[in-house]
């Protein structure tokens, strides 16, 4: 699993400079597409400093009593083993999340549906800084 570290400057400035707008549309099995705006100053920032945006989806969900073995240490059944990535320009776009990750089988662990939280972080290479728009979905 990879880390992502954020010094606290870093995070505010990304917090209040990538002011970012995200929406996740359902897409039959698990698939779903994000669609990330930004801010002018956010844009400017990304630019100025050529940088790109990357868009991480991990699925959990609820255990079924019989299941709950498998459960995480908060209680939820990770259905993916890593992040799904999806990396797009510094100019905001589109972002299709596939659903590539899910461990299917772990499908049938769950008591609902399965659920993604879905964050948004500057693409750098060294150093991500989470964008504060994240957002959890269920996916239908």
């Not at 461990?103 to 609902?112: E, M």
């Not at 948004?120 to 979905?137: D, E, N």
């Amino acid at each position: 699993m990879k880390r992502y570290r954020s010094l606290p400057a870093v995070t505010i400035a990304a917090s209040a400079l990538l002011a970012c707008a995200v929406s996740a549309t359902a897409q039959g099995d698990l698939g779903f597409d994000v669609n990330v705006t930004l801010s002018k100053k956010a844009a400017a920032k990304l630019a100025t400093e050529k940088e790109g945006i990357v868009v991480l989806a991990s699925y959990y969900g609820d255990p079924k009593r019989s299941a709950e073995k498998h459960a995480n240490e908060v209680g939820q059944i990770d259905l993916t083993p890593q992040d799904e990535e999806v990396e797009i320009a510094g100019t905001a776009g589109h972002a299709h999340i596939g659903g590539t990750k899910v461990d299917t089988k772990r499908l049938d662990w769950l008591a609902g549906p399965p659920e993604v939280n879905v964050n948004v972080a500057s693409a750098r290479k060294r150093v991500r800084t989470i964008c504060s728009a994240a957002i959890s979905s269920t996916v239908h």
